[in-house]
């Protein structure tokens, strides 16, 4: 890629020393990478990263001023300057940092019930993951009044939007047929292997550890529900951007970067390697190669399947926070919220918190191509097409529901 000299065409930065949070998951990659491949450095910022146990946790130290900026989950600037989530702040980002990485996982038992016979669940399990399409869940064999209980990682969160259309899909009620808990991601495995819930939709590698121990079952990755969808975003407080603007434009040039130099596969196994360091993640590199790598592992037993797009960080143009993702959160988070939000508000809330102005800004900076567009069709297209000469974007496909969210529309 042929990026133009920054050098003393950029403005100072306000601030060069920066607090920044990630959590302990595969696709926290960009942060940690900047900062070793000396991205960060190139763009005269200091950067200390703090990993955190939750999502919550997290975005309170950013409201705080503890972190001037944070991986977050695509979700929360748009709840949490609505207000939704329990907390009010106005948070914005300029950048996507990933799109998909998430599975749902169900426990051994679970899985037995909800297949038809011993053959049928070979057959599936052995389509599921080379398919486009996510296996759709049959809960119909149920003891009677069993509870079902799964977990994600945040009420509003990507992953609870994609467990949420993958029951509907089954014509599953998520908010009458099962219960949904949240629980941080690293707690997702044992959770599972004591019992105290019967599956999850969390991100990597904590899909592939259940896997590994042999506790779970991948059902469907996050792709297959909702295709390239938005998972992790660099969110900055409204006010820290506005106090500044030339240190949030270096970060967020060092992080393209970066995401950059990820999408190139051949890179995989040397980011495997810096993440999986006791500093950053602490992890055996054995569970965070499956998704990085593209061979994800459904079961034990079975061979690994080729997934090359588990996780995006820079192809079809990734980072760009599309207005239109953002108003399919808030409408898909409708029935979470609890009140209806009106087309102006979602318009509104999407404009004001996913800032395609700042992705174009930092573009120019690295003269790679951006969308001059904010809206694109949505659950449109089922393999990746050219929205002009030089924008390659991905598939938008979304799971349909059998049953219908009626007290929100």
Not at 176 to 193: C, F, G, N, T, W
């Amino acid at each position: 890629m042929n990026y133009k000299k920054t050098g003393t065409s950029l403005p100072s930065p306000e601030k060069d020393h920066l607090q920044l949070g990630y959590m302990r998951l595969s696709d926290s990659a960009p942060l940690i990478l900047s900062k070793e491949l000396g991205l960060f450095s190139k763009y005269g910022l200091t950067v200390e990263l703090h990993r955190e146990v939750s999502w919550a946790n997290i975005r309170d130290k950013v409201i705080a001023g503890a972190f001037d900026a944070c991986q977050m989950l695509a979700p929360m600037p748009l709840i949490t300057t609505l207000g939704a989530a329990g907390i009010r702040a106005p948070i914005i980002t300029g950048l996507a940092l990933s799109l998909n990485g998430n599975g749902i996982t169900l426990s051994l038992p679970l899985w037995e019930q909800i297949s038809q016979s011993k053959n049928d669940s070979e057959s599936q399990s052995s389509q599921h993951l080379s398919s486009d399409y996510a296996v759709i869940p049959h809960f119909g064999q149920l003891k009677k009044n069993q509870q079902i209980t799964l977990a994600t990682v945040h009420q509003f969160s990507t992953h609870t939007l994609l467990l949420r259309m993958w029951l509907k899909a089954g014509g599953i009620d998520p908010d009458r047929d099962i219960k949904i808990i949240v629980l941080p991601p690293e707690q997702m495995v044992d959770s599972l292997a004591q019992g105290v819930i019967d599956g999850f939709c969390v991100g990597e590698p904590w899909n592939s550890i259940a896997v590994n121990y042999g506790v779970g079952i991948l059902a469907t990755s996050g792709f297959q529900v909702w295709h390239n969808a938005p998972e992790k975003v660099l969110g900055v407080l409204e006010s820290w951007h506005t106090r500044h603007p030339a240190t949030h434009l270096r970060l967020r040039l060092a992080l393209m970067e970066t995401c950059q130099w990820l999408s190139d596969m051949d890179n995989r196994e040397n980011a495997i390697n810096i993440i999986s360091r006791k500093e950053y993640l602490d992890l055996p590199d054995h569970y965070l190669r499956p998704s990085l790598t593209g061979k994800i592992s459904y079961n034990r037993a079975q061979n690994a399947q080729e997934f090359s797009n588990f996780h995006v960080f820079s192809k079809y143009n990734a980072g760009f926070p599309w207005r239109s993702q953002a108003e399919v959160i808030l409408r898909e988070c409708k029935p979470l919220i609890g009140k209806i939000l009106e087309q102006n508000k979602i318009s509104s809330l999407s404009q004001q918190c996913f800032r395609t102005d700042l992705y174009r800004e930092a573009a120019r900076y690295l003269n790679i191509p951006s969308p001059t567009q904010d809206y694109k069709p949505e659950n449109t297209h089922s393999q990746p097409y050219t929205l002009s000469n030089e924008i390659e974007l991905g598939s938008d496909l979304m799971m349909s529901p059998l049953i219908h969210d009626t007290s929100t529309h």
